[in-house]
């Protein structure tokens, strides 16, 4: 039996939640389009960006350790995949269109730079004269302008529901700047609020994992955080016998811990708000996805430890030192000297400006690329 396209949307009518993102009921795509036989809408959406240059790129972008640091640590890519299993958790568990909920996972940080925050900071200080740099805006031109795949269109052509959730991608680390044609009243799907939680959990559970892989942080320290000391208890796990299988045990504990009680709490903020349709969520005065408020001040207290333990630890400000310096000097290089652009970003040069057309060069550049072409430009040893 062949399941056409029409079978899977019936499906999704018969099977989700009356709140929940429905493929047949799609806003569309900017440049109308014949969708696939045998694919919803969002399920082509997904498939376009996992075949991006982008998210191959992702690989060898920072999550919190420089790529070339280790091969054991997460990266944006495995980051990527980790918040996509997260959000499709909780999405199944509440009845959310999974499909929809991965694609805005797989896609929300395709416009992250090189060297994480460190890398965003550095370009939005360079580019503030042509209004700065914001990795979730990067990533709806990503889709939207830089990924050439199609000969009568740039981008990728995705679905409005698509490009909302990752123009209004929001967590502590990401607020959006969200333009007026993005209705910025109007409150993204549910799938979208999922992926904005799910961000959150997978890299609270794992920077605190490659934490301690690194040593970085050690059981001592991590059982002084009320959530992970009493976990610990729970497991009957001792900084004294800490070992790999208990770091593998204990996070895994942690994130079916934030999991379950985000699944739980969204229930109940969706029963006490009467969200009856997909307008209601689009209507509603607030985000309806969410951790409870005990498991916030929990999550509140390990983002805090992390914060003064690992993200400030003398080696990682050491990287985002460096990070900063090589692209700062790559970047006014370029600026001073646009002649040792590649040809085809000289092109690019005509069409959005000088400032913006290197920004979104040093933009796509792996962590790995950007040191080598810092090297380039600068090793009179190193090959041009």
């Not at 982008?54 to 091969?71: C, I, P, W």
């Not at 370009?123 to 830089?146: C, I, M, P, W």
């Not at 790559?330 to 690019?348: G, H, K, R, W």
Request: charged share 25%.
């Amino acid at each position: 039996m062949i399941y056409s396209r029409e079978t899977l949307e019936a499906n999704e009518r018969a099977t989700l939640a009356p709140y929940a993102a429905l493929a047949c009921q799609s806003r569309g795509r900017i440049h109308p389009e014949n969708e696939s036989s045998h694919r919803t809408a969002f399920q082509k959406d997904r498939d376009r960006v996992i075949h991006t240059s982008a998210f191959r790129r992702l690989e060898y972008k920072t999550q919190v350790f420089v790529n070339y640091e280790g091969d054991y640590y997460r990266t944006r890519l495995t980051h990527t995949l980790e918040v996509a299993q997260v959000a499709k958790s909780i999405a199944r568990a509440l009845g959310l269109n999974e499909d929809l909920t991965e694609t805005i996972a797989l896609a929300h940080d395709l416009g992250h730079p090189p060297f994480g925050h460190a890398g965003e900071g550095t370009l939005n200080r360079l580019a503030s004269d042509v209004g700065g740099f914001e990795h979730n805006k990067q990533s709806l031109r990503v889709v939207t302008k830089l990924e050439k795949r199609y000969p009568n269109y740039a981008g990728l052509n995705l679905t409005r529901e698509t490009l909302e959730g990752i123009m209004k991608h929001e967590t502590e680390y990401d607020i959006p700047d969200v333009d007026s044609e993005w209705e910025p009243d109007k409150q993204p799907s549910l799938e979208a609020q999922v992926v904005n939680v799910a961000d959150e959990l997978a890299y609270n559970a794992h920077d605190l994992d490659d934490g301690l892989r690194s040593g970085h942080l050690n059981p001592e320290q991590i059982a002084t955080v009320p959530v992970i000391g009493e976990l610990m208890a729970s497991l009957e796990i001792t900084a004294q016998t800490f070992s790999a299988q208990s770091r593998y045990i204990l996070i895994r504990e942690l994130l079916g811990l934030m999991i379950e009680d985000s699944i739980k709490h969204t229930d109940k903020l969706i029963s006490e708000a009467k969200i009856n349709s997909y307008d209601d969520v689009r209507n509603a005065p607030a985000k309806l996805v969410s951790s409870s408020g005990e498991m916030r001040e929990k999550l509140r207290e390990l983002k805090n430890f992390l914060y003064q333990n690992f993200y400030f630890h003398y080696r990682l400000i050491r990287m985002t030192k460096k990070a900063d310096h090589i692209l700062e000097r790559v970047f006014n290089a370029y600026v001073d000297s646009p002649e040792m652009l590649p040809f085809d970003i000289q092109q690019n040069v005509e069409q959005r400006g000088l400032l913006r057309a290197v920004t979104d060069y040093l933009a796509g550049m792996t962590d790995r690329f950007a040191g080598d072409e810092y090297n380039r430009l600068f090793d009179p040893h190193s090959l041009t």
